[in-house]
């Protein structure tokens, strides 16, 4: 198995991270085939006039997968969190995820949980890590049950409070006991401000690594901030890493150069992969 694309895609809501609208979910398809893509991201904040069977359907006509489910927009939209007080409010959050994880079974897809981890509440790191892993806990049992997989987002501390880079990452999921449906999602835009270095990054995840965003420095499309992006997939590469590289990043510096040039970026690295695979 080699390294595969996706890029983020939103079929419902407009989402600052796809280049197209929700409208043109269609065309985003279609862009993504001609650009190489292997599969779509999609975002997807509930499931009101969301057909998870017809998207299935549109994504198999365009030989396309899915990677993960993004599941971000419901923290801001409804204020969802894992990490809910108010008890109603965790069993909607666990609700949505459970819904989210019985699309992904259709999909064969990741869940993704990144910003429905966040809380306004001051916690100390363990009261964090409690608290979070109580939420999950019946999220991670039934997505077993379901044979679907969890990734959970290292997000920035500008974002979030708690599990900022790839070794609070591994802490946590050592703290939960390494359960095997659940891995983790690392972005390059995060991780540029919280990990020392993302070679080592890269090694301390190893097989937990499940899932990697990429978007420059300051978060426009690879090239545009100061990034090196071939080292790092490099490092990719000589880790075994085996899963998605999914572009997200913002329509920076427009939307027509993320559409036009995805394409060729992913050319060159998969040439790069080809290049290492030759010299063996
Ligand atoms: C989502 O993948 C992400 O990286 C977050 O920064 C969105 O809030
Ligand atoms: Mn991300």
């Not at 929700?22 to 904040?45: M, P, V």
């Not at 198999?60 to 969190?81: F, M, P, V």
């Not at 075994?240 to 559409?259: D, K, M, N």
Request: net charge negative; proline share 3%; hydrophobic share 45%.
């Amino acid at each position: 198995m080699m390294i595969t694309f996706s890029a983020t895609l939103t079929c419902q809501y407009d989402a600052i991270f796809s280049p197209f609208s929700a409208k043109q979910f269609y065309q985003g398809l279609a862009w993504l085939k001609n650009s190489t893509f292997d599969a779509a991201e999609l975002c997807i904040a509930d499931y009101n006039n969301v057909d998870v069977i017809a998207i299935a359907h549109a994504l198999a006509e365009h030989g396309l997968g899915c990677t993960t489910i993004a599941s971000g927009q419901a923290r801001k939209r409804e204020g969802l969190s894992l990490l809910a007080a108010d008890d109603a409010l965790l069993q909607r959050t666990r609700q949505r995820i459970y819904q989210h994880i019985d699309a992904a079974a259709i999909l064969g897809s990741y869940v993704t949980i990144g910003s429905l981890r966040a809380t306004e509440t001051a916690l100390s790191i363990e009261q964090y890590k409690h608290s979070l892993a109580q939420g999950l806990a019946p999220c991670i049992d039934y997505a077993q049950k379901c044979g679907v997989t969890l990734i959970i987002e290292a997000l920035n501390r500008y974002e979030i409070s708690h599990l900022n880079s790839a070794e609070d990452m591994m802490l946590f999921l050592e703290f939960i006991g390494m359960p095997p449906n659940v891995g983790i999602l690392w972005d390059v835009f995060h991780a540029n401000i919280e990990d020392q270095s993302f070679a080592a990054a890269i090694q301390r995840m190893g097989p937990s690594l499940h899932h990697v965003h990429f978007a420059d420095s300051n978060r426009a499309f690879p090239g545009y901030g100061h990034l090196a992006f071939e080292d790092i997939y490099r490092h990719l590469q000589q880790s075994g890493y085996q899963g998605a590289i999914s572009l997200e990043c913002l329509c920076r510096p427009s939307a027509q150069t993320v559409i036009k040039q995805a394409k060729p970026f992913i050319e060159r690295l998969r040439q790069l992969a080809c290049a290492s695979a030759s010299r063996q």
